[in-house]
């Protein structure tokens, strides 16, 4: 035993002795407390985890409002984001990192890509090397190509993709009207 367990234990049998020679009945049975070493202690009631959105739901719901300040800026009106177009842009973001190379046509061209859906009006956005959204979206408003499908007349929904392959991070963005 550790000198302060015996400590304790000693002291709780002499109060205990004490009582029994003074004819005092303890009303409850005297427990010496148990000691546990601190780095051994179990924790009572650990603080659960908070569930954190999926990193693609937390992407594109910054990238909706990123890219709606900035159309709004231009006169145009905000977008909130669309599952298919979610879906789009996930499937071209992941066959880029997959191939490791830059290309709009990789599963299909975007036309036949965004056919599938139910927008009438589309335009795609593809990128790779910057870490987070922000950057991907500075380089593409200081291009003109870009810039004109960012600010697409009628534009109500997107969809924001990433898919890293442990060399490069590619970016890929759908955005559509009907």
Do not use: C
């Amino acid at each position: 035993m550790r000198p302060i367990n015996v400590a304790i234990a000693l002291i709780t049998l002499t109060a205990s002795a004490r009582a029994v020679e003074e004819n005092e009945v303890p009303t409850a049975p005297v427990v010496a407390p148990a000691i546990v070493p601190i780095d051994t202690a179990p924790i009572e009631a650990p603080p659960l985890p908070r569930p954190r959105p999926a990193l693609r739901d937390t992407v594109a719901d910054g990238a909706a409002a990123l890219i709606s300040a900035f159309r709004q800026q231009h006169g145009e009106g905000s977008v909130a984001v669309s599952a298919a177009l979610t879906r789009i842009a996930q499937e071209q973001a992941n066959a880029m990192a997959g191939r490791d190379l830059l290309d709009h046509e990789l599963v299909a061209p975007f036309s036949r890509r965004i056919g599938r859906s139910q927008f009438r009006r589309a335009a795609e956005n593809i990128a790779y090397g910057h870490a987070d959204f922000a950057d991907t979206l500075r380089q593409w408003t200081n291009s003109s190509g870009h810039r004109a499908n960012l600010l697409l007349p009628g534009a109500k929904w997107i969809g924001v993709a990433h898919a890293s392959n442990g060399r490069r991070t590619y970016w890929a963005m759908v955005i559509a009207g009907n």
